[in-house]
């Protein structure tokens, strides 16, 4: 069974730092993987997504993530966050060519001005 | 273009009521699910479909029942509710190929 783990459950940080989230995930095949995030009182929404191709994918608001396939990860970073980067984000998979998707615990991300 | 619409916002219920939580899509996509999210937990699935007629189980079934007589319409059922089903259900869907999950605003439920 498909499953995920987020290193970090609070993360705080100023603003202009940089950030990585950790994420690994238990599957043998073929994966497609997945960020989203969830800012105060907005629905979710998808931050970037792996399918194939180049590990290193570029999301909206100059988020990025890279995959590992030897280490089971796909870390999110940002090299410089900006007070409106406060959300909840969320890891997922789900094995490649299905649609039943797995979401980690979370990270809750809070920047100060 | 509504996307993904979930019915209601906000419902309190007794221990033992029953209720349904309504989705619906107008995007035509074949694949609808519900999860659950709770503090500390994130979001855990609860029931999935991948098609009118199919339904299948996902992390946490147990107290929710679920059916998909038609394509844009995938109800959630608790039949016999309970304090530990207090939390926020989200409905998502998606199409064939994207896998890219729509989401719901969310139905925050509480159990008394």
């Known amino acids: 069974a498909q499953s995920v783990s987020q290193h970090n459950h609070h993360v705080i940080l100023s603003e202009a730092a940089s950030l990585e989230l950790g994420c690994n995930y238990s599957?043998?095949?073929?994966?497609?993987l997945f960020w989203y995030v969830q800012y105060p009182g907005q629905h979710l929404q998808l931050l970037l997504k792996?399918?194939?191709?180049?590990?290193l994918v570029k999301g909206i608001k100059g988020f990025e993530a890279e995959f590992i396939k030897s280490k089971f990860s796909f870390n999110l970073r940002k090299p410089s966050v900006q007070w409106s980067d406060t959300a909840e984000y969320f890891c997922a998979v789900n094995a490649g060519g299905g649609f039943k998707t797995i979401f980690g615990a979370g990270t809750r991300l809070f920047v100060k001005a | 273009n509504a996307g993904v619409t979930q019915t209601p916002k906000f419902q309190v219920l007794k221990t033992g009521q029953s209720m349904t939580l309504q989705c619906a899509q107008d995007m035509n996509h074949e694949y609808m699910s519900w999860y659950r999210q709770d503090p500390g937990m994130g979001l855990r699935l609860i029931h999935y479909?991948?098609?009118?007629?199919?339904?299948d189980q996902g992390e946490v079934p147990n107290g929710y029942n679920v059916s998909r007589s038609t394509t844009e319409d995938f109800p959630l059922r608790l039949l016999s509710a309970a304090p530990s089903q207090t939390s926020v259900y989200f409905c998502?869907?998606?199409?064939?190929?994207?896998?890219?999950?729509?989401f719901g605003a969310g139905s925050r439920l509480t159990v008394l």
């Open positions: 479909s991948v098609g009118a007629g199919i339904t």
């Open positions: 998502a869907s998606t199409g064939s190929g994207a896998n890219v999950l729509t």
């Open positions: 792996y399918f194939s191709g180049d590990p």
């Open positions: 599957y043998g095949g073929t994966v497609n």
